[in-house]
């Protein structure tokens, strides 16, 4: 098993600019979250799906869309990049949606 | 709305030393989960533990040990002889409501914790 991959592993931006952050897990979890990590601030949920088709906001929802077409994939869209979004970004999945795996984390610049 | 506070934004030790990491946490909730997670150097999340809200038995795993108190809303964690290799930042999270289906994590902002030699 590979567990939770995301790619790309950096990525640098111009504000304005879109892209999508990659999440797949192979090990058949329903559950999948996305979360970034701010220094100081530890990690806060954008969105979460509880299985293919089902999507949700989490706690900063704002600049960012989802969508869940498979059990597998939980891709990450950035509308129109601004500075504010310069984090790491955590994709997770978890069977029960209680202990969650986390993936490697695609660190975010924008200028 | 849930809460998780770590108190302790950084804590540096000498290696051998014993360190505990405060954990406060803050729901309405009466089923819940604690966890720790462990972030080294390199970046990625190493989960540690889980404790259900129901289980107050202390847990015991090599050097590392969990203490969850109940009555004051408290999961600590404790490195017993630390070594270089437990520097990192960690953290303590909990699971919202086990009854909906929203079960995502609230993250405490983290303990760095610096094991000197």
């Known amino acids: 098993n590979a567990g939770v991959t995301q790619t790309p592993k950096f990525q640098v931006l111009k504000t304005g600019q879109s892209m999508t952050l990659q999440c797949a897990q192979d090990?058949?979890?329903?559950?999948m979250s996305w979360y970034r990590q701010d220094p100081g601030m530890g990690l806060r949920l954008i969105h979460y799906?509880?299985?293919?088709?089902?999507?949700d906001q989490g706690e900063v929802p704002n600049g960012y869309n989802v969508s869940r077409s498979t059990t597998e994939d939980f891709p990450l869209r950035l509308l129109s990049a601004a500075p504010s979004q310069t984090s790491v970004y955590f994709c997770a999945s978890s069977l029960t949606g209680n202990e969650q795996y986390f993936g490697p984390g695609t660190r975010l610049t924008v200028t | 709305a849930q809460k998780v506070t770590q108190a302790q934004t950084e804590i540096s030790v000498v290696e051998k030393e014993d360190v505990t990491l405060d954990c406060v946490y803050e729901t309405r909730d009466t089923t819940y989960y604690l966890f720790w997670y462990k972030q080294p150097p390199s970046g990625e999340l190493v989960f540690l533990i889980r404790r259900n809200s129901f289980d107050e038995q202390n847990e015991i795993s090599g050097r590392y040990s969990w203490n969850f108190q109940k009555s004051t809303s408290s999961f600590n964690f404790t490195i017993t002889a630390s070594q270089v290799v437990d520097s990192a930042v960690y953290f303590c999270?909990?699971?919202?409501?086990?009854?909906?289906?929203?079960?995502?994590?609230?993250f405490g902002s983290g303990t760095r914790l610096q094991v000197q030699p």
């Open positions: 090990m058949n979890h329903e559950y």
């Open positions: 999270a909990l699971s919202e409501a086990v009854n909906t289906g929203r079960r995502a994590l609230t």
């Open positions: 799906s509880v299985g293919a088709g089902i999507t």
